[in-house]
């Protein structure tokens, strides 16, 4: 059974450009979250996702920043007109149980704006 | 949601036995205490999960008080590979909600 995939692991974008970070959740798992760390800091809660549902958003900068978790396909996290600050690790995990439970993480997609 | 407090860094030696106490006054009746590992460059990895008394599983183990107020994971016997940041972590079962990271703590065994 495979992990939490998430790719591309690694992502540079220039000031401005648009970036998409993916995130196969574990067979069998329909709860996403989406995490943000930056260097040396903890983690932070994003976005919380079931299948075609924003559950909780309420990580989720106003601005620039959405996520979708589709009947078919991985999560997408989408950052629009990146600046520097948004230079960071983004962390995908997926559970089986609603708001519980073990979450299954992925690598991570490390983001850098130049 | 209970917010967790535990402390930023801990040292320790080859061989001994390390406790990290996290602290959740707020807990509530349904929430239950899972800890996180997590390497430099990786996703954090669950360790134990646990609502009240005791739990052990080939990792760690898990000490809840009755008041259910904090609790201390337990690493016996350290190794250099154990080094990592540990989260505790406070989540309600069975219900909706996003699930809150502490800022974790950081241990560094020496040889």
């Known amino acids: 059974n495979a992990g939490v995939m998430q790719n591309p692991r690694h992502l540079v974008r220039r000031r401005g450009q648009e970036a998409r970070l993916r995130c196969s959740p574990m067979k069998g798992h329909s709860h996403v979250y989406w995490y943000r760390q930056l260097p040396e800091e903890g983690l932070k809660f994003m976005v919380y996702l079931q299948k075609e549902n924003i559950i909780d958003e309420s990580g989720m900068p106003k601005e620039r920043f959405s996520a979708e978790f589709p009947k078919e396909g991985p999560s997408i996290l989408r950052i629009q007109q990146v600046v520097r600050g948004d230079s960071a690790a983004y962390f995908c995990?997926?559970?089986?149980?609603?708001?519980?439970?073990?979450?299954?993480f992925g690598e991570g997609s490390r983001l850098t704006v130049l | 949601l209970a917010k967790t407090t535990q402390p930023i860094s801990m040292d320790s030696y080859e061989g001994q036995e390390v406790n990290i106490t996290c602290s959740h006054n707020n807990i509530a009746t349904n929430d239950y205490i899972t800890w996180y590992q997590q390497f430099p460059s990786q996703g954090p990895r669950f360790i134990i999960q646990?609502?009240?008394t005791k739990v052990t599983n080939e990792v760690a183990s898990l000490f809840i008080p009755a008041d259910r107020k904090s609790s201390t994971l337990s690493l016996p016997r350290v190794s250099l590979s154990d080094t990592a940041v540990y989260y505790c972590?406070?989540?309600?079962?069975?219900?909706?909600?996003?699930?809150?990271f502490g800022k974790g703590t950081k241990l560094s065994v020496k040889p």
């Open positions: 995990a997926s559970s089986p149980l609603e708001g519980g439970g073990e979450l299954f």
């Open positions: 646990g609502y009240k």
């Open positions: 972590l406070v989540a309600t079962g069975g219900s909706q909600g996003n699930l809150i």
